[in-house]
T-cell receptor, first 115, second 114 residues
């Protein structure tokens, strides 16, 4: 069975600075997808970024980028030029490429952004 | 284009009552997933349904919980005889084909059992 681990319950960053959120996962599958979701106080789950395991290039979406290390089964999220609106819970998630669209989530990291 | 719609947003039930949570998928989507988020935890998969079929219910508690996705109308997650431990946020997500397509989430229903 696949598992996703987020070892940082809380992180904080100053506005305009950079922060990295960690995620590791365990799987025996060779092809899969990894995601970072943002959950603000409104509870809406917002997809931040997606990485396909067979792509070596790290995904980037504006100020958000990932460091995907397949051999180490590591998938960290870097937020550059942090903004107050980035404050939220961040969840790392795994999806098999062989199965349904079912997602397996980590326990989340609460990010605080200070002015 | 309406997104995934869940209602109600908040639901309060007394212990022993029934809770019914509704999810209307995105237009054109016929695959629905239900997740539960306990306080201070991540989302946990409960069940995956296509129209009129339960495909994967490996995350559903064995008793008191059931789900359906009829040919017409929303998907329903039903919790009978609720207990305090059922208090959580319940999220629905829908996808186009159920395989290698993005899942879109609703805003969730927060169930409080008093």
């Amino acid at each position: 069975a696949q598992t996703v681990t987020q070892s940082q319950p809380e992180m904080s960053v100053q506005e305009a600075e950079t922060v990295t959120l960690s995620c590791t996962y365990d799987t025996s599958e060779s092809d899969y997808y990894l995601f970072w979701y943002k959950q603000p106080p409104s509870r809406q789950m917002i997809l931040v970024i997606r990485q396909e395991a067979y792509k070596q290039q790290n995904a980037t979406e504006n100020r958000f980028s990932v460091n995907f290390q397949k051999a180490a089964k590591s998938f960290s999220l870097k937020i550059s030029d942090s903004q107050l609106g980035d404050a939220a819970m961040y969840f790392c998630a795994y999806r098999s490429a062989y199965n349904t669209d079912k997602l397996i989530f980590g326990t989340g990291t609460r990010l605080q952004v200070f002015p | 284009n309406a997104g995934v719609m869940q209602n109600p947003r908040h639901l309060v039930r007394r212990r022993g009552q029934e809770a019914r949570l509704r999810c209307s998928p995105m237009k054109g989507h016929s695959h629905v997933y239900w997740y539960r988020q306990l306080p201070e935890e991540g989302l946990k998969f409960m069940v995956y349904l296509q129209k009129e079929n339960i495909i994967d219910e490996s995350g559903m508690p064995k008793e008191r919980f059931s789900a359906e996705f009829p040919k017409e109308g929303p998907s329903i997650l039903r919790i009978q005889q609720v207990v305090r431990g059922d208090s959580a946020a319940y999220f629905c997500a829908s996808s186009l084909t159920g395989f290698n397509t993005e899942a879109f989430f609703g805003q969730g229903t927060r169930l409080t059992v008093v």
